[in-house]
Protein backbone atom coordinates (compact mmCIF):
# COMPACT_ATOMS: atom_id res chain seq x y z
CA UNK A 1 0.00 0.00 0.00
CA UNK A 2 0.64 3.67 -0.84
CA UNK A 3 -0.47 6.51 0.99
CA UNK A 4 -0.95 9.98 -0.60
CA UNK A 5 -1.64 12.51 1.97
CA UNK A 6 -2.97 16.06 1.34
CA UNK A 7 -4.80 19.36 2.47
CA UNK A 8 -2.80 20.48 4.88
CA UNK A 9 -2.15 24.57 5.05
CA UNK A 10 -2.52 27.75 6.58
CA UNK A 11 -5.30 28.70 8.70
CA UNK A 12 -6.29 31.17 11.44
CA UNK A 13 -7.80 29.66 14.91
CA UNK A 14 -11.07 28.65 14.70
CA UNK A 15 -10.94 28.00 11.32
CA UNK A 16 -11.13 24.48 9.69
CA UNK A 17 -8.89 22.33 7.30
CA UNK A 18 -9.99 19.11 5.49
CA UNK A 19 -6.97 16.44 4.98
CA UNK A 20 -6.99 13.31 2.86
CA UNK A 21 -5.40 10.36 2.24
CA UNK A 22 -5.48 8.54 -0.65
CA UNK A 23 -4.12 5.00 -0.66
CA UNK A 24 -3.47 2.72 -3.58
CA UNK A 25 -3.73 -1.46 -3.08
CA UNK A 26 -6.86 -3.93 -2.71
CA UNK A 27 -6.26 -4.01 0.47
CA UNK A 28 -7.46 -0.82 2.18
CA UNK A 29 -11.23 -1.63 2.99
CA UNK A 30 -10.56 -4.48 5.16
CA UNK A 31 -7.83 -2.53 7.60
CA UNK A 32 -8.10 0.32 9.81
CA UNK A 33 -6.04 3.48 8.92
CA UNK A 34 -5.22 6.01 11.19
CA UNK A 35 -4.03 10.40 11.60
CA UNK A 36 -1.08 11.19 13.29
CA UNK A 37 0.90 14.52 13.88
CA UNK A 38 4.23 15.47 14.48
CA UNK A 39 5.63 18.90 15.62
CA UNK A 40 9.64 18.98 15.58
CA UNK A 41 11.61 17.48 18.50
CA UNK A 42 8.55 15.40 19.94
CA UNK A 43 7.42 12.22 18.89
CA UNK A 44 4.61 11.53 16.50
CA UNK A 45 1.26 11.27 18.11
CA UNK A 46 -1.98 9.25 16.88
CA UNK A 47 -5.05 12.11 15.94
CA UNK A 48 -7.73 9.68 15.07
CA UNK A 49 -8.41 6.05 13.52
CA UNK A 50 -11.58 4.50 12.10
CA UNK A 51 -11.79 0.50 12.79
CA UNK A 52 -13.24 -1.81 10.42
CA UNK A 53 -16.11 -2.84 9.24
CA UNK A 54 -18.04 -0.63 11.46
CA UNK A 55 -16.20 2.24 10.91
CA UNK A 56 -16.02 2.95 14.32
CA UNK A 57 -13.73 5.95 15.31
CA UNK A 58 -11.40 6.59 17.97
CA UNK A 59 -9.87 10.52 19.14
CA UNK A 60 -7.09 11.95 21.10
CA UNK A 61 -8.96 13.42 24.07
CA UNK A 62 -7.85 17.10 22.92
CA UNK A 63 -9.13 16.59 19.34
CA UNK A 64 -12.51 15.40 20.22
CA UNK A 65 -15.45 17.26 19.37
CA UNK A 66 -13.40 19.39 16.84
CA UNK A 67 -11.43 16.34 14.55
CA UNK A 68 -13.65 13.79 12.53
CA UNK A 69 -12.00 11.00 10.95
CA UNK A 70 -14.44 9.17 8.21
CA UNK A 71 -13.24 6.79 5.21
CA UNK A 72 -14.33 6.45 1.32
CA UNK A 73 -13.48 2.57 0.40
CA UNK A 74 -14.62 3.35 -2.98
CA UNK A 75 -12.10 5.70 -3.10
CA UNK A 76 -9.63 4.17 -0.73
CA UNK A 77 -8.94 7.41 1.03
CA UNK A 78 -9.57 8.19 4.62
CA UNK A 79 -10.46 11.90 5.61
CA UNK A 80 -9.44 14.00 9.02
CA UNK A 81 -11.91 16.85 9.31
CA UNK A 82 -10.10 19.74 11.55
CA UNK A 83 -12.71 22.09 12.82
CA UNK A 84 -12.56 24.58 15.40
CA UNK A 85 -8.55 24.63 14.81
CA UNK A 86 -5.99 25.94 17.56
CA UNK A 87 -2.57 26.92 17.15
CA UNK A 88 -1.65 24.08 19.30
CA UNK A 89 -2.57 21.65 16.14
CA UNK A 90 0.15 23.10 14.60
CA UNK A 91 2.20 19.83 13.20
CA UNK A 92 2.59 17.77 10.36
CA UNK A 93 0.05 15.72 9.81
CA UNK A 94 0.68 11.97 8.73
CA UNK A 95 -1.99 8.91 7.74
CA UNK A 96 -1.07 5.52 8.72
CA UNK A 97 -2.42 2.19 7.47
CA UNK A 98 -2.30 -0.52 9.75
CA UNK A 99 -2.41 -4.20 8.37
CA UNK A 100 -5.14 -4.58 10.82
CA UNK A 101 -8.32 -5.59 11.04
CA UNK A 102 -11.23 -5.05 14.11
CA UNK A 103 -11.20 -2.06 15.98
CA UNK A 104 -7.98 0.67 15.55
CA UNK A 105 -5.88 2.10 18.05
CA UNK A 106 -3.31 5.30 18.04
CA UNK A 107 -0.24 3.15 18.92
CA UNK A 108 2.13 4.17 16.03
CA UNK A 109 3.90 0.59 16.29
CA UNK A 110 0.75 -0.96 14.84
CA UNK A 111 0.67 0.98 11.46
CA UNK A 112 3.09 -0.59 8.89
CA UNK A 113 3.12 2.09 6.45
CA UNK A 114 2.95 5.96 6.18
CA UNK A 115 2.22 8.61 3.98
CA UNK A 116 4.09 11.84 3.47
CA UNK A 117 3.52 14.31 6.01
CA UNK A 118 1.15 17.26 5.40
CA UNK A 119 1.71 20.19 7.02
CA UNK A 120 -0.90 22.12 9.17
CA UNK A 121 -0.15 25.75 10.56
CA UNK A 122 -2.82 27.10 12.64
CA UNK A 123 -2.05 30.91 13.71
CA UNK A 124 -3.10 33.00 16.26
Known amino acids: VQLQASGGGLVQAGGSLRLSCAAS????????MGWFRQVPGKEREGVAC????????FYKNSVKGRFTISRDNDKATTYLQMNSLKPEDTAVYSC??????????????????WGQGTLVTVSS
Open 96 to 113: GFSGGRGACALSTVIYST
Open 25 to 32: GRTFSSRF
Open 50 to 57: ISVPDGEP
